[in-house]
């Protein structure tokens, strides 16, 4: 999840043996659960390998995260208390250092806090969970965006201030749309994403 393993990266049970440090019963468990979750992928007589982003299953999780997010973020618009501000306020900042220390991992991770808040803040937090479970590929492209120097990470944080005065004023409507907009992001950047990682990509149309 992290790209340590690149997408399309041969990988063994070996390996991950000696780097862990464990025997090889957990980590062959391990790997026909990542299997199952389509995480690694084998074929016969010739390795197994870190699956490549599908960029479908991408585009169609960012679909249904759009259409939920916009509306519940809507829904606690015009009631965010000052500490639940401050919360999201404190995020941004975190992001902010991240970025100036080029710490993209903890800069995605403050990304996905900031968002998985909105969902605590609207008691949604089911949603959330339950949006993760087929967001693997569309985090996998999310974290590949914060790598592509094109795309300056500085954009985001400017867009969740945004989203931020909103909520500080109460603009149910001014809510919806900036976060609709900022959730709209991935099909505006996604031929910058493809250009500089080619080959970390399946089911491209």
């Known amino acids: 999840m992290n790209l340590e393993l690149h997408p399309g990266q041969q990988v063994s049970d070996k390996q991950f043996e000696e780097e862990i440090g464990v025997s090889r019963t957990p980590v062959r468990e391990a790997m026909l659960r990542l299997r199952r979750d389509d995480m690694l992928y084998s074929y016969p007589q010739s390795g197994t390998y870190v699956t490549r982003i599908d960029l479908k299953k991408s585009l169609d999780a960012r679909y249904a995260r759009q259409l939920l997010e916009s509306n519940i973020a809507k829904s606690i618009g015009g009631t965010l208390t000052s500490n639940q ?8 900042a975190e992001q902010d250092t991240a970025s100036e220390k080029d710490q993209i991992n903890l800069f995605f991770q403050m990304d996905n806090r900031f968002h998985e808040k909105i969902y605590q803040f609207a008691d949604k937090t089911n949603i959330w969970d339950w949006l993760l479970t087929f967001s693997t590929d569309l985090n996998r492209y999310r974290l590949l965006r914060v790598y592509d120097t094109n795309l300056p990470m500085s954009r985001l944080t400017a867009e969740h201030r945004e989203i931020i ?41």
Do not use: C, G, W
């Not at 501000?85 to 941004?92: F, H, K, N, Q, T």
């Open 85 to 92: 501000i401050d919360e999201l306020s404190a995020l941004v």
């Open 165 to 205: 005065d909103a909520f500080a004023k109460h603009d149910e409507e001014r809510v919806y749309q900036l976060v609709y907009t900022h959730l709209n992001l991935m099909l505006s950047e996604q031929q910058s994403v493809l250009e500089k990682f080619p080959d970390y990509f399946t089911n491209i149309k």
